[in-house]
């Protein structure tokens, strides 16, 4: 794919859902008048751009909101920002690196015995078109952070949400921020570790595009799983629109012509508190209870590429993922 392609893949949308939310809806407009008190919620890659804005929403209502980041500085500094504007919001910061599965680990570890409950999951952290790369554990970059890491960890933090839903009588809910970009075209050969690690063949895109559409994929048979083992937990995936955020800092343009772009581009574009919306809308909105297995933009079912609703492909990647950790970690106990 190359460097323009990306443009047309975060085009806003101008659907019109039965509750009158669209594209210019924003994430507080979305969840005015809900009480999200009794909630906890872990948002990952809430340091910037629409996690932050989720993370300050859903304080913003009520819910108690847990910020894994590999900063803490950056971490405060995010929640002093929204303590600043609600002194009462109750935010959480904790150490955590996506990219490395002994980070989540020891995040999953401290979570779980800090917590008693856990609520709502929000993998919302990524990369996207960076320089090839492997991670500490020797895995693609992209493929580590958006979807290997987002994998294990809802994994380690399955058993608290199952369990909070069974004591509280909560639907849990799991939300994974995919993109439009997963539409790209699709190698099955893909599932591979040698071939997602082969430099010589390494598409900065091509590669976001993958680990977006894993995360439709994970969501899609998460959901399948939660369903089939009678769990009271709803997995959903979305594509939050066309956004100008730091997401484009790899992008081999200059400065110069990204910032012409983005003036171009703006009338197209959401603001962050637009690109937020859907996120908080699977979160928290009364109208996503027991809606599950399904793929949103602009807070309206949409359908995502053929390629993403082929359940053979879905239940593949869950095992290549699941094989790889095995290999890298050891046995894990996946619902």
Not at 1 to 24: A, E, Q, T, Y
Not at 62 to 67: E, F, M, S
Not at 172 to 198: A, T
Not at 255 to 284: E, H, N, R, W
């Amino acid at each position: 794919m190359g460097s323009w392609n990306w443009i047309p893949l975060f085009w806003k949308g101008d659907k019109v859902s039965s509750r009158g939310f669209h594209s210019s809806s924003t994430a507080e407009e979305i969840t005015e008048g809900i009480d999200a008190s009794p909630l906890t919620a872990i948002v990952t890659g809430a340091t910037s751009g629409i996690g932050k804005e989720t993370a300050r929403v859903l304080a913003l209502r009520g819910a108690t909101v847990v910020i894994p980041c590999r900063s803490l500085e950056s971490g405060v500094k995010v929640k002093e920002g929204i303590l600043e504007q609600n002194a009462d919001a109750k935010i959480h910061v904790m150490e955590m690196d996506l990219s490395s599965l002994d980070s989540v680990e020891s995040f999953a570890r401290s979570f779980n015995s800090s917590y008693e409950h856990l609520n709502i999951l929000i993998n919302n952290a990524g990369i996207m078109a960076c320089p090839f790369q492997l991670s500490k554990d020797g895995i693609e970059m992209q493929f580590a952070t958006n979807h290997l890491g987002h994998f294990l960890l809802t994994n380690l933090l399955m058993n608290k949400m199952i369990i909070t839903a069974e004591e509280t009588g909560i639907q849990g809910r799991i939300v994974s921020v995919s993109s439009l970009g997963h539409s790209s075209k699709f190698d099955e050969s893909w599932f591979n570790l040698e071939k997602i690690n082969d430099q010589s063949i390494y598409g900065p895109f091509a590669a976001y595009s993958h680990s977006k559409l894993a995360n439709i994929w994970h969501a899609n048979e998460l959901s399948r799983r939660l369903q089939e083992n009678g769990c009271n937990i709803t997995a959903n995936s979305l594509h939050p629109g066309a956004i100008h955020t730091n997401l484009c800092r790899y992008l081999n343009i200059s400065s110069f012509i990204l910032d012409a772009i983005a003036v171009a581009t703006k009338p197209f574009l959401k603001s962050i508190p637009q690109g937020a919306s859907t996120t908080c809308y699977l979160a928290l909105h009364p109208d996503m209870k027991d809606v599950t297995g399904k793929y949103f933009g602009d807070c309206n079912e949409t359908l995502p590429s053929a390629v993403a609703r082929e359940e053979e492909l879905s239940i593949k990647c869950w095992e290549f993922s699941q094989q790889l950790l095995n290999n890298l970690r050891g046995p894990t106990d996946v619902h």
